[in-house]
């Protein structure tokens, strides 16, 4: 029997217990936010979108409550930097829900969902923080997380919720 389109896409990567140094903590998105996730990151074809996703963190999993979008100040297909203005707002909207930031998600409209060389340049929110990646290259958009340091990066463990 077929699946619905939606649930097609909503995927995670879940590591190999050898992974666990790595893995920092992992994140649970429930799939009506990585939904709106998705549709941010088209509405924003061609350039690059970027976001955040807070929530509470619970013995080592991250449960996203809050998908914000954040404005990409560069509008740019192969770059974003967060809009000042938007993440002062995001930032308020996450202290008034008494929620922490869990990832930061940007995306990439013409290449694979990894770090590009300007991302680990860049890396905003440090070794820590989760980052999210959303590839639009082919016709269905692709998701992976990782984190990142100045020169490399290791996938990391996260995984879309239909239940939520
Ligand atoms: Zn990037």
Not at 15 to 26: H, V
Not at 131 to 154: C, F, M, R
Request: charged residues 20%.
């Amino acid at each position: 029997m077929a699946r619905s389109p939606q649930r097609l896409h909503c995927v995670g990567d879940i590591l190999p217990e050898s992974s666990t140094l790595t893995n920092r903590y992992s994140l649970r998105i429930p799939q009506r936010l990585y939904d709106a996730m998705l549709a941010q990151a088209v509405a924003e074809l061609p350039n690059e979108c970027c976001g955040l996703l807070a929530g509470q963190m619970e013995q080592g999993v991250g449960h996203v409550t809050l998908q914000l979008p954040l404005v990409n100040a560069v509008a740019s297909p192969r770059e974003f930097t967060a809009d000042p203005t938007s993440l002062l707002a995001a930032d308020k909207a996450m202290r008034s829900a008494g929620v922490e930031m869990l990832a930061i998600y940007h995306s990439h409209p013409t290449s694979e969902a990894i770090p590009s060389k300007t991302d680990l340049a860049r890396n905003y929110h440090g070794d820590n923080m989760m980052n999210l990646i959303i590839s639009l290259k082919s016709g269905q958009p692709e998701v992976h997380a990782w984190w990142l340091t100045a020169t490399d990066y290791v996938p990391a463990e996260w995984k879309c919720d239909t239940e939520l």
